[in-house]
Each structure stands twice: as C-alpha cells, then as structure tokens.
C-alpha cells in the first residue's frame, strides 16, 4: 500500500494501542486461540494469540517491534494462507483503504474458522464531529469516499453485529477522534501525519480551517462553544467493532 509508505512514518510514535480499546478488541475476539491480523501497520493491539500479520506497507511492517508476530507482505484481497488458518481474523481501522471490498471480506471469512473482528467507523456519525463539522470540511469530504458503510460490512459478514466504541477523553491511539477533548493537538503536523483523513488531502487543502482552529483556541472561542465536553470522559465520534461470529469452530 503506496499510501503508508509514504504517510505511515510515525505511526509507531502516534498510534500507541488504548487499553480500553484493546480490552474492547479482545473481548469481540472471545476465546480464539490463534488471530491473523490483516492491515496490521505497526503491530497495534496484537496480543500473543496473534500468529500472523499481513501487511502491504514495507514501512509500517519495520515499525514493528522485536517480538511481534511474524509479518507478511500482502494485501487483503490475497491473503497468502490457507483456508481456516486461525480462528480468528482482525481488521482494525483498514478496510476503507482496500482497492476491493468485497474480495477482502471474502478472504477474512476464508482464513477465519471461527469470527471475523472489523474495526471501523460510521461516517454519518463522524461528520458530526466538532473537528471536521465546524474546522475540516474537506477532510470529511475525502471520508466520503472512501468510508465502509457500517450496515454493508455486517451484511456482507452475514449479518454480523455491531458495538460501539466510545473514544475515551486521553486515548493514546492518535487516530481520527483521538483527540476530541484536547483540540490543540490536530494543530500538531506530526499528530495529523498519524491521520491518514488529515494525511492524505494534503496541508495546503487543511490550512484555511486549521487556521480558523488556532484563532478560536487562541481565543477562548473553541472552550466556550465546547465547554460541555469537559464533562464527558468519553465520545462516541461513530467507531464501531463489526463481529461475525459463528458458534463452533469447523
């Protein structure tokens, strides 16, 4: 994936796993005792049971940390294993980057004997975010293009169901919402070079409406019109775990 070798340099640095998000993980993943990772990045929220990581991007592939699960370079449409190689596949916060959807939710339900757990978002949620509603339009924008409809993935698993996952007000993983309680933080290049939504249009494209962020922090603008998010430990910016589970192992 050309995309990560060039925006997925830090992501070691700014996508540090959220234990609370991780619990979440390890709960859809139940009691499988072995979990390929598809779009694995840097290795982030893998746990021993992990056997495999596939990853297309040599970049975040050498980002991984001694001791990680063994690493291939591969794509989801064409995952290089057998059928029922685990019990169970993860794909966290990857799917809207496939260049086929469909094939790659076959391969997932081909490798996984026993459930498939997707991490997404609901693009209808997000749009209500105060970063892209109000500063980040065009980010937004390029989130429509490229955003999985939740009820389409559950479908396309079979009917799967969907949780929730709330992003809590100190989460370490710097992806999208990350930072809902702490605005000054997208003002930060190296922040948004964690974001692929804010990578990828491009600074000359975010300037105008990360400008009008800096005034309004600057001038107390920002806190007087968010000041109830100072209440909230958590903020549902429309993350979702998709789980396709079935009862028995084949």
């Not at 979440?24 to 021993?48: C, K, P, Q, W």
């Not at 939740?150 to 698993?157: G, T």
């Not at 922040?191 to 009008?212: D, F, K, N, T, Y």
């Amino acid at each position: 994936m050309a995309v990560y070798d060039a925006i997925g340099t830090t992501y070691a640095g700014t996508r540090r796993p959220d234990a609370r998000i991780a619990a979440r993980i390890e709960a859809a993943l139940g009691d499988a005792a072995s979990v390929v990772n598809v779009g694995a990045g840097t290795g982030s929220y893998e746990t021993a049971r992990t056997v495999l990581a596939v990853e297309p991007s040599p970049v975040m592939i050498a980002q991984r940390p001694d001791g990680s699960a063994p690493a291939v370079r591969a794509v989801a449409e064409r995952i290089p294993v057998v059928d029922g190689a685990a019990d169970a596949v993860m794909a966290l916060l990857t799917v809207h980057h496939w260049s086929d959807l469909a094939a790659g939710v076959a391969e997932l339900r081909r490798v996984a004997r026993r459930r498939v757990v997707i991490l997404t978002w609901d693009q209808a949620v997000f749009r209500r975010f105060w970063l892209v509603e109000e500063y980040l339009p065009e980010a937004a924008a390029f989130d429509d293009t490229r955003a999985v409809p939740v009820e389409r993935l559950a479908a396309m698993l079979g009917g799967a169901r969907v949780e929730p996952v709330p992003v809590p007000h100190d989460c370490t993983d710097g992806f999208g919402a990350a930072f809902w309680r702490r605005p000054a933080a997208y003002l930060d290049p190296v922040v948004r070079a964690g974001i692929s939504m804010l990578a990828q249009p491009g600074e000359e494209l975010l300037r105008p409406g990360l400008a009008r962020l800096a005034a309004d922090l600057a001038s107390g603008r920002w806190r007087d019109r968010h000041r109830d998010l100072a209440t909230h430990d958590e903020f549902d910016a429309g993350y979702r775990l998709v789980i396709d589970e079935r009862e028995t192992a084949s």
